[in-house]
């Protein structure tokens, strides 16, 4: 991939309780999973988070307008709560790729995902078709394989909650180890709109490389 593109998506970090709380449920589902002799790559818990929308590769020059477009979007939400809760996976338990933790009150989450979409669709960013489904991937299989079992013992445990008050713009790298996510800019929900550049009342030029099965949070495309 050429060095004047970058793979972005946006996100939002749980409270650092749940984070915790998620850290240690996992270490105790990896012991259950060598002893079962499942091949499964841990996220780090630095990684943990709940994508809003993902944007895919772009060039490095969008980064500010897409900034702005965020501050606009979000300024003024007010703050508020997630909780954590019970374990899935997709496609299935039956079937896991990607091992991950719901919330369990989706809404407000869902209500900001709208305005994510709404602000990066204007800026010719395409449309999220699917259903927003709001979660934190804590693991992923290179092949399918049954996890039903490993997690049924923490299946419907709650991992504690937090206030919500920004979104981050990550930029994502695919490395050996797993990927890397880096913050490129955090956004308040406080932040006043000032009017945006130009660069952003024109349609960013996304770089296009086609669909990818999967993006960086696990979600797979066209899971509902």
């Known amino acids: 991939m050429p060095?004047?593109?970058?793979?972005?998506?946006?996100?939002?970090?749980?409270?650092?309780?749940?984070?915790?709380?998620?850290?240690?449920?996992?270490?105790?589902?990896?012991?259950?999973?060598?002893?079962?002799?499942?091949?499964?790559?841990?996220?780090?818990?630095?990684?943990?988070?709940?994508?809003?929308?993902?944007?895919?590769?772009?060039?490095?020059?969008?980064?500010?307008?897409?900034?702005d477009?965020?501050?606009?979007?979000?300024?003024?939400?007010?703050?508020?709560?997630?909780?954590?809760?019970?374990?899935?996976?997709?496609?299935?338990?039956?079937?896991?790729t990607v091992l991950w933790a719901g919330i369990a009150d989706p809404?407000?989450?869902?209500?900001?995902?709208?305005?994510?979409?709404?602000?990066?669709?204007?800026?010719?960013?395409?449309?999220?078709t699917r259903p927003y489904a709001p979660h934190l991937t804590l693991a992923r299989l290179k092949a399918p394989a049954a996890l039903r079992e490993v997690v049924l013992p923490l299946a419907e445990q709650m991992f504690g909650g937090g206030g919500v008050t920004e979104v981050i713009l990550y930029e994502s790298e695919t490395k050996p180890t797993g990927s890397v996510y880096r913050e490129l800019r955090r956004i308040s929900f406080q932040t006043a709109s000032q009017g945006g550049s130009e660069a952003e009342k024109r349609q960013i030029d996304r770089v296009d490389q086609g669909a990818s099965e999967d993006t960086d949070d696990g979600w797979p495309r066209g899971h509902s």
């Open 3 to 67: 060095s004047e593109t970058c793979k972005l998506f946006v996100g939002t970090r749980i409270a650092v309780g749940a984070a915790n709380a998620l850290a240690g449920a996992a270490e105790t589902l990896a012991r259950r999973a060598r002893d079962a002799g499942l091949d499964v790559r841990w996220v780090p818990p630095a990684n943990y988070h709940v994508t809003l929308k993902y944007l895919g590769w772009a060039r490095n020059e969008a980064i500010v307008a897409i900034g």
């Open 69 to 96: 477009a965020l501050a606009r979007a979000v300024a003024g939400t007010r703050r508020f709560d997630v909780h954590v809760a019970r374990l899935g996976a997709f496609a299935s338990l039956e079937r896991a």
């Open 107 to 128: 809404a407000p989450l869902a209500a900001l995902a709208g305005k994510v979409d709404t602000a990066m669709t204007a800026l010719g960013f395409a449309a999220e």
